[in-house]
Every structure is written in structure tokens, then in C-alpha cells.
């Protein structure tokens, strides 16, 4: 067991002792006494430490926690607004306790008391939600994290380096392609509730990396808001960031042409689906639902689109999901042959096109999604 999981696990106990016994009984004591020895040797090399809590994940710093995938206590937490703990220097034990009984108090282990209110100011625990602007949280209440500024720009750095590595005929690096959806996943949690950090686009040959890792970003967002789980939550996000994979074989004058198109043009375009299918399925993981994503992602419900499915099954679920992204990323973004769509305007498309392109379900919820979240839309240099 990793020194985050014995820190945490003693947490935890102490919580739920705490809602038994109460502050004052002797198992209360010990187990408290054990979870502050706990956090002491989480902190002996490096005093400064960050818990940040998601759907179904521990982070700890920007690493997740493997051992604590769909932990009880992380959406306890979240729920009760403690998204984010951190610690800036050794804890002095009456510290702990105080944050102890302030943790059971949000978290209803017990009634809150005026001794129970956390003291601000000079302190050596921070916990609580990221603050949106001018320290304050989006519930009015006072910040207790810093402010997290970020850019995307490594992020954006890698999903290159990937397509580079494709077009030189190597296999898809797939632990990059996922450390960069993880890096996403943890942009969007670092404000208050959800943000999603939406690249802008800089040049035109950024398009298909800046689009990607937007889809990538959007169709978390969208599985999140469909309470779908963490694990397919982060698998949407793959097959978001791959969804365009096929692209990387189309020859550039063409991907950033300014006018029309011609007819093989046109068909070079329209068989990026396939291509980026069979480079999922030949990479050396198993990346089927990317591969489908890849394949299905310009299917239309009614059977249009491309590449045209043989049977009547539609397209799978996963695809509708990353196709209503897809489509409403590419209305937002300036294209050589015109300029962005605003987000109302590309919302009422969905809306119009829902039933014969979009599935209804798929598209009343990324509507309803966008509508509430909109205002979370963080517009990120890369």
C-alpha cells in the first residue's frame, strides 16, 4: 500500500469513527493520532502535497490513484464540496483535529458548532473548491484553494508529437495519448464544479490538435453530465482525442485549403473514418470503442454521413456522443472558408438536426449540458 492510500484509508477510518464515538473517545484519539502519522510520512520528503477528488479518482498531485478508482469516500467528498485538500507544510496536531471535525461537519458525520468554524488566514491546510475569481467560490462562499492557472500548450505539444510519430509510421504511443487525457480531465476539475478548457485556435494548421483534444474535452464533459462513470467517462475521452486519428494521412494543402474542395478531394477527406479505424485497431493496445468512435463519428441517424454502415444497427452510442461534440467544436472554430459560429447558433442546429442527424436523447442532453456549462467555458491558450 502507497503512502496516499495508507493516508487517505486512516482518513477515512477516522471519519467514520469519529460519527461513532464521537472527538473525545479514546478510539477516536488513536485513530486520529494514526491517520496525523499517516500524512507525516506522506510529507516527509515533500512537505507540500495536493488531494484533488473526481468522478470515481483520487489525484494525487496530477497523478491518479490507481488503488482508490471508485473510492466511496471521493464522491463524499466532492459532494459535500471538499474537491480539493492541500497541505502547505508539516501539521501540527491541533490543526488536524480542527480539520478533522470541520471535514465531519460538511460531510454530516455531525451537527456543526461555532467551534467547528474553520479559521482562515495564515494556515497550513487548504481544502474546499477552486475559486472561480476575486476568491470567491461560484456559492458565494470564501475560497479555500488558490486559483489554478493553466495553459494546454504541453498538452497540445504531445498530441503533435503523436500525430508526428503516425505519419512516420509508428505505431500510436498510446501512454502519451492517455497521460493527455488525464492532463484534460484534471483542467476540467480544477475550477469550482466543471470548467471546460477549450483551446483556441491560433493557425489553421492547428486545427486538427486544437479540435481534438476540444472533442476530448467536451465528450468527458458530456459523459460526466450522463453520469456514465469514470471509467467510461475517461474512455470517451480517448476515443474523443483519436476520434480524427485519419486525419494525419490527409496531405496538408488540403486539410487547411481556403476554398472549395474538388470531388477527389472531397474523397480524401471522406475517408479519414476508416483509415483512423484500422490505426486503432492495428495499435498494440486494444482500442476498440476508439476505433468504432474513429469509424461512426460522421454517421448520421438517418443512415447518411459516411463511411455508410452496411447494417441497420446505427451507429453505436459512444459515436453519437462524440459526433454532437465533434460537430459542435467544428461550428465553433474559425475554418479557412468561415468564421465561428456562436455557441446559441450552434446549439440551435443540433436542435434543428436533432432526429436525422443527431440522436434526440444525445442531443437534448449535450444542449442541456452546454446551456448550464456555458458559462464554465474557459477559452485556453496552447
Known amino acids: 500500500m502507497n503512502d496516499p492510500v495508507r493516508f487517505l484509508t486512516a482518513l477515512s477510518q477516522a471519519l467514520a469513527t469519529m460519527s461513532l464515538y464521537g472527538d473525545d473517545h479514546p478510539a477516536t484519539t488513536r485513530i486520529v493520532d494514526s491517520a496525523l502519522e499517516r500524512l507525516r510520512e506522506l510529507q516527509e520528503p515533500e512537505p507540500e502535497l495536493q488531494l484533488t477528488f473526481l468522478a470515481g479518482e483520487v489525484l494525487f498531485g496530477s497523478e491518479v490513484v490507481q488503488e482508490l478508482e471508485g473510492w466511496e469516500w471521493s464522491s463524499r467528498l466532492t459532494n459535500a464540496g471538499i474537491e480539493r485538500i492541500e497541505f502547505l507544510k508539516l501539521v501540527e496536531p491541533d490543526q488536524f483535529g ?16 461555532s467551534a467547528d468554524l474553520w479559521q482562515m488566514g495564515e494556515s497550513s491546510i487548504r481544502f474546499g473548491q477552486v475559486a472561480l475569481n476575486e476568491g470567491q467560490t461560484a456559492r458565494g462562499e470564501p475560497a479555500r484553494v488558490a486559483t489554478l492557472s493553466y495553459t494546454l500548450r504541453e498538452e497540445r505539444e504531445a498530441i ?12 500510436i504511443p498510446m501512454v502519451e495519448a492517455d497521460a493527455v487525457v488525464r492532463s484534460l480531465s484534471i483542467a476540467m476539475h480544477a475550477e469550482q464544479a466543471m470548467v471546460l478548457p477549450l483551446l483556441q485556435l491560433k493557425e489553421f494548421d ?33 476515443a474523443g482525442l483519436l476520434h480524427d486519428l485519419g486525419k494525419t494521412c490527409i496531405p496538408r494543402e488540403i486539410l487547411v485549403k481556403p476554398g472549395k474542395l474538388t470531388e477527389s478531394e472531397r474523397q480524401i477527406i471522406r475517408e479519414h473514418p476508416v483509415v483512423g479505424a484500422r490505426m486503432l485497431l492495428a495499435s498494440p493496445e486494444p482500442m476498440e470503442l476508439a476505433a468504432v468512435v474513429a469509424y461512426e463519428h460522421h454517421v448520421m441517424l438517418d443512415g447518411g454521413g459516411y463511411p455508410a454502415l452496411r447494417d441497420a444497427r446505427g451507429a453505436q452510442y459512444a459515436s453519437m ?33 436533432a432526429g436525422v442527424e443527431f440522436d434526440p436523447g444525445v442531443a437534448q442532453a449535450f444542449i442541456a449540458m452546454m446551456r448550464q456549462w456555458d458559462q464554465r467555458t474557459a477559452r485556453v491558450s496552447a
Open 321 to 353: 456522443l462524440v459526433h454532437v461534440c465533434d460537430v459542435y467544436d467544428a461550428l465553433r472554430t474559425n475554418r479557412p472558408y468561415r468564421e465561428a459560429w456562436e455557441s446559441e447558433r450552434a446549439l440551435d442546429y443540433i436542435r434543428e438536426r
Open 98 to 113: 480542527r480539520f478533522l471535525s470541520h471535514l465531519a461537519v460538511r460531510l454530516g458525520i455531525r451537527p456543526a458548532s
Open 206 to 238: 492547428q486545427y486538427t490538435t486544437t479540435h481534438s483534444m476540444n472533442v476530448s474535452v467536451l465528450a468527458m464533459a458530456l459523459g460526466e453530465y450522463l453520469e456514465l462513470g469514470g471509467p467510461t467517462v475517461r474512455a470517451l475521452g480517448v
Open 160 to 171: 503533435e508529437w503523436v500525430h508526428q510519430e503516425i505519419q512516420k509510421g509508428s505505431k
